[in-house]
């Protein structure tokens, strides 16, 4: 990339306090970031992170269960932690996928990542994702060299049907139609996509290349996408060890856009999928102490 900043400018840009700071963390802190792999939940686990910046910044960092129950009690804690925070910028886990007319309806299409977007709107607050983009994400699989480009893709596929039966309660027509719509976007946003399971009728094939039991695609049960899991107990052969690389994946990634932007001052809010929280803390106090960044 070509830059038209003067060459004394772009140096002392590099040389700035902040963007040092960011640099020496990602390099002194990541190490501590926390692999899935024989990791246990415990009762000492804590699902949430309150953490101050040395720049005047700070980190409310909130685990939650993935719920469209508007009753649910994470949903009055967001919203206290919001009132009590005031933050600047907000982090919402996955794509954006938008906002209702209500809270209430918010969180029932949405969920907790839609409701956070919901009360930053409100208020006009800076939101961002946490996620890398889609290629990002794939490239770094593929490039892992353990995974070939069909397993990869189905886990993606697989993934979504689950979610989509799991928490919307699709049946198997409405799970072929939102294949049917997310195949050709998929095959056309991340390149390489469209040379394997192009369409619905390829993903069955693809399947049964693996898996015979469930008999179909659309019946992939949610525990072959948990990365605490084994994939040779549970069933999913290869899904469980790609969705922990991928979650280690996003969770240094996650860590990056957190910690730079306390860093730059910012009033950071953000509500993940619980499990995240204790796999980041130790980094994120790390980068966040003065200690770590002398």
């Known amino acids: 990339m070509f830059s038209l900043l003067p060459k004394s400018i772009t140096l002392a840009l590099l040389l700035s306090p902040s963007v040092l700071m960011a640099q020496n963390t990602n390099t002194d802190c990541e190490s501590k970031l926390v692999s899935y792999k024989g990791w246990k939940e415990t009762l000492a686990t ?48 996955g794509p954006n996928r938008g906002t209702a007319a209500s809270e209430e ?31 990002e994400e ?17 886990f993606f596929l697989l993934r979504e ?19 049917a719509q997310l ?18 009728a390829s993903l069955q094939v693809a399947y049964q290349k693996y898996w015979t039991s469930p008999a179909n695609w659309w019946e992939a049960p ?14 999913g052969k290869f899904t469980n060890e790609i969705n922990r690389l991928n ?13 730079e932007a306390v860093l730059r001052g910012e009033k950071v809010m953000a509500v993940v999928g619980r499990n ?9 106090k790390c980068a966040l102490t003065k200690k770590a960044n002398p």
Not at 61 to 82: M, N, R
Request: glycine share 8%; aromatic share 8%.
């Open 105 to 135: 309806e918010t969180i029932k299409q949405f969920g907790e990542s839609g409701y956070v977007r919901f009360l930053a709107q409100a208020e006009a607050i800076k939101t961002q994702s946490l996620e890398m983009s889609p290629q």
């Open 276 to 284: 995240h929280v204790p796999m980041q803390a130790e980094a994120l």
């Open 183 to 200: 195949l050709p976007k998929a095959n056309q946003m991340i390149k390489g996509f469209d040379e394997v399971i192009p369409d619905v």
């Open 222 to 235: 949610a525990n072959w996408f948990d990365p605490l899991g084994d994939g040779q107990k549970t069933g």
């Open 46 to 93: 804590q699902w949430t992170l309150s953490l101050p910046g040395p720049t005047g910044g700070n980190l409310q960092y909130l685990g939650a269960v993935h719920s469209t129950d508007p009753a649910h009690p994470q949903f009055a804690q967001i919203k206290q932690t919001w009132q009590a925070q005031k933050p600047t910028l907000v982090f919402f886990e």
């Open 161 to 179: 049907a689950s979610r989509l039966r799991e928490r919307k309660g699709f049946n198997e027509e409405q799970l072929k139609a939102a294949m």
């Open 138 to 154: 794939v490239d770094q699989l593929i490039k892992s060299g353990r995974f070939g480009k069909d397993q990869v893709k189905l």
């Open 247 to 259: 979650s280690e994946n996003r969770n240094r990634h996650m860590y990056r856009l957190l910690s």
